[in-house]
Structures are given as C-alpha cells and as structure tokens.
C-alpha cells in the first residue's frame, strides 16, 4: 500500500535500477525498524485509539464469498 508520493519515489528507484544496474541505490539513512521503535508509536494516544475502536463497530461483516469447497474438506 502505497500513497502518491511514496509511489514516485518507488517508481523512480525501479528505473534506476534498470537503467543503471550496476549503479546501487545510497543506503537509507533510517530502518523500518527505526521507525518502529519511535516513542511515539509505542504508546498511542487514548483519545485515538477510543476514535478508532469506535470506528470498529460500525463495520460490516466480511462478504459471504463462495467456496471451491468447505474448509474442513481441505487436506493438508
């Protein structure tokens, strides 16, 4: 999942990458992993997070899609 921005961006390296293959991308200076242990994502707001609980009961349930067969006819 992507927003405008972080597409361009991620467009832009895969030309990079094919137009100069030998020519590797700079190191990125921040890990996903840095961004993880940010403080502020340890802890979330209880305001927003009583939003977003909320926002959970209004949701409907998940489509009754069709089934090649019933789920316990599936072997392992």
Do not use: K
């Amino acid at each position: 999942l992507l927003d405008g921005l972080s597409m361009q961006i991620l467009l832009a390296e895969l030309e990079h990458g094919y137009r100069y293959p030998q020519q590797l991308l700079p190191p990125l200076p921040v890990t996903f992993r840095d961004y993880l242990q940010q403080p502020s994502l340890q802890s979330p707001n209880p305001d927003s997070l009583a939003w977003w609980q909320a926002q959970l009961d209004d949701i409907p349930p998940a489509p009754a899609l069709p089934l090649r067969c019933l789920p316990q006819e599936v072997e392992t």
